[in-house]
């Protein structure tokens, strides 16, 4: 086997584990991934604003600002209005929402990251460099991406189910 295939093979079983994760995420909390990871921000910061969590997380405000959307309509967040300066809008999780994260699982990436860190400093920098090498070998080093991992881009899914 030539190392291109074993390299793609290897690209692929990492885009199964991250399909399998991410609907058994679903399956189990009726989240995904970048819903999760934007509930776990408003659980974090009382009263964070939506661009504060599309920086923090690393996703567009309009992504953000449609999963938020889909969050409240399933009564998993609020939004309150400032009295203060009514352009601030302050996110906040209902008691849905709180009982929602009790019972989510973790996110596949923080198993990751406990692995990753675990590395020594030298390996890291190694897989580091490798992996933004691969983005850039697929023409992929521009396109917007947060540290969610999820199988679709963030674009499609949030238009499709967030």
């Known amino acids: 086997m030539e190392k291109y295939e074993e390299l793609l093979i290897s690209i692929r079983k990492v ?3 991250i399909d399998l994760h991410s609907k058994q995420l679903n399956k189990l909390s009726g989240l995904t991934g970048p819903q999760l990871l ?6 974090r910061v009382k ?14 405000a309009a992504t953000v600002t449609n999963i938020l959307d889909r969050l409240e309509n399933r009564g998993l967040i609020e939004r309150v209005r400032s009295s203060e300066d009514k352009r601030r809008v302050s ?4 008691d849905d929402g709180r009982n929602s994260l009790i019972d989510a699982p973790q996110p596949l990436q923080e ?6 860190c675990s590395l020594e400093n ?3 920098s190694l897989l580091l460099s ?4 691969i983005a850039s070998m697929m023409d992929a080093s521009e396109l917007d991406a947060s540290p969610v991992l999820e199988i679709e881009p ?3 899914s949030s238009e499709k189910k967030d």
Request: proline share 0%; net charge positive; aromatic share 10%.
């Open 122 to 124: 030298w390996e890291q």
């Open 38 to 43: 934007i509930m776990q921000e408003i659980a």
């Open 47 to 60: 009263g964070v604003t939506a661009s504060q969590i599309a920086k923090q997380i690393n996703l567009s």
């Open 154 to 156: 963030m674009h499609m």
């Open 15 to 17: 885009i199964r584990a």
């Open 111 to 116: 198993h990751f990251i406990q692995k990753f």
């Open 91 to 94: 996110l906040f999780l209902t």
């Open 130 to 133: 490798s992996m933004q090498r």
